[in-house]
């Protein structure tokens, strides 16, 4: 048995239990309460004295973000030797730079933040999963360590399977050039051809105009790090539909779909169904809606991995 002590917040329960069953993490207990007016108490019930100690939370909203760095704050302020936050999903990705005067960069604003967690008496770092832009990893100040992992291996898997059991060809592809890199590389590592999709932004609308690649009879297997809404999905879909796919599957990592946003997808008949990391505690729920249509890749042994190497 390992014996770091892993907390998680709130909606991380199930990723901590995970990791405490294939890494054998001691669980460390909370006792939570939420006040009439929304505030939220917390109190670190475990010995954390010396110890080191890792906490498993998001940042996809600014309550989740707060309760990871006050979480993480009371685990230093107990005496913790290292610290590891672990954060599957780190939220407004997207917001990485200013684009218009005056823009926030809220990506940036959210690690210093971070970064302002009090030094545990030996180290603190930061564990990320597939940031949507790589670059945010730098954004991590003073003595906190930022350490970026991949489901790349997951993704791999499953894409493998995939070509093995269809009769015919299966191209790789994604919604548009900005992720051709990295499709471009697990097409490799597969063994297959990698395709992507032309955008072109008029009168302030972004449509797909063409794709790269033949696809006509072939299995597509579109790849994005991270489905929101699912609009650039549709629209590359569509452009690969109207070429000739023959069948089409989505993989994400982080899977936010908001809202309505998934039977929007399946409802566009598009898809056969939607592969999705646990990196958020949604593409649970909505698996154990439509199991047949949301399949869910566990990703804990990503982050046990790490630290049996560290």
Same mark, same amino acid.
């Given at each position: 048995?390992?014996?770091?002590?892993i907390?998680?917040?709130?909606?991380?329960?199930?990723?901590?239990?995970?990791? =405490?069953r294939?890494?054998?993490?001691?669980?460390?207990? #909370?006792?939570?309460?939420r006040?009439?007016?929304?505030?939220?108490? /917390?109190?670190?019930?475990? *010995?954390?004295?010396?110890? *080191?100690?890792?906490?498993v939370?998001?940042?996809? $909203? $600014?309550?989740?973000?707060?309760?990871?760095?006050?979480l993480?704050?009371?685990?230093?302020?107990?005496?913790? !030797?290292?610290?590891?936050?672990?954060i599957?999903y780190?939220?407004?990705?997207?917001?990485?730079?200013?684009?218009?005067?005056?823009?926030?960069?809220?990506? @940036?604003?959210?690690?210093?933040?971070?970064?302002?967690?009090?030094?545990?008496?030996?180290?603190?770092?930061v564990? #990320?999963l597939?940031?949507?832009?790589?670059?945010?990893?730098?954004?991590?100040?003073g003595h906190?360590?930022?350490?970026?992992?991949?489901?790349?291996?997951?993704? /791999? *898997?499953?894409?493998? @399977?995939?070509?093995?059991?269809?009769?015919?060809?299966?191209?790789v592809a994604?919604? *548009?050039?900005?992720?051709?890199?990295?499709?471009?590389? /697990?097409?490799?590592?597969?063994?297959?051809t990698?395709?992507?999709?032309?955008?072109?932004?008029? &009168?302030g609308?972004?449509?797909?105009?063409?794709?790269?690649? $033949?696809?006509r009879d072939?299995q597509?297997?579109?790849?994005?790090d991270?489905?929101?809404?699912?609009?650039? /999905?549709?629209?590359? !879909?569509?452009?690969y539909?109207?070429?000739?796919?023959?069948?089409?599957?989505?993989?994400?990592?982080?899977?936010?779909?908001?809202?309505?946003?998934?039977?929007?997808?399946? &409802?566009?008949?598009?898809?056969? =169904?939607?592969?999705?990391?646990d990196?958020?505690?949604?593409?649970?729920?909505?698996?154990?809606?439509?199991?047949?249509?949301?399949?869910?890749l566990?990703?804990?042994s990503?982050?046990?991995?790490f630290?049996?190497?560290?």
């Open positions: 048995m390992d014996s770091r002590l907390f998680a917040t709130e909606r991380y329960g199930y990723m901590q239990a995970a990791m =405490c294939e890494k054998g993490f001691i669980p460390g207990v #909370l006792e939570r309460t006040f009439p007016d929304g505030e939220r108490y /917390l109190r670190i019930e475990s *010995d954390v004295k010396g110890k *080191d100690v890792i906490v939370g998001a940042t996809n $909203d $600014d309550a989740a973000t707060l309760e990871l760095f006050d993480a704050t009371g685990l230093t302020a107990c005496g913790a !030797a290292r610290l590891s936050m672990v599957p780190f939220g407004y990705s997207t917001q990485e730079r200013a684009v218009r005067k005056g823009e926030v960069v809220t990506a @940036k604003a959210r690690a210093v933040l971070l970064s302002s967690v009090p030094r545990a008496y030996l180290s603190n770092e564990v #990320l597939d940031l949507h832009t790589a670059g945010i990893s730098h954004y991590f100040e906190l360590h930022s350490v970026h992992l991949s489901a790349h291996s997951f993704v /791999l *898997d499953v894409v493998r @399977k995939m070509a093995k059991s269809f009769q015919g060809e299966t191209v994604c919604t *548009d050039a900005g992720r051709a890199k990295w499709v471009q590389q /697990l097409a490799n590592d597969a063994g297959l990698a395709a992507f999709a032309y955008k072109a932004r008029r &009168a609308n972004v449509t797909t105009t063409g794709i790269n690649a $033949d696809v072939k597509v297997i579109i790849y994005d991270m489905i929101r809404t699912g609009g650039s /999905l549709l629209q590359a !879909a569509a452009a539909k109207q070429e000739g796919a023959k069948t089409l599957t989505a993989i994400t990592t982080h899977a936010v779909l908001p809202g309505e946003s998934l039977a929007k997808i399946k &409802a566009s008949g598009l898809f056969s =169904c939607l592969y999705a990391t990196s958020l505690p949604q593409a649970i729920e909505l698996a154990a809606k439509d199991p047949s249509f949301v399949k869910v566990p990703v804990a990503v982050f046990t991995s630290f049996k190497e560290a």
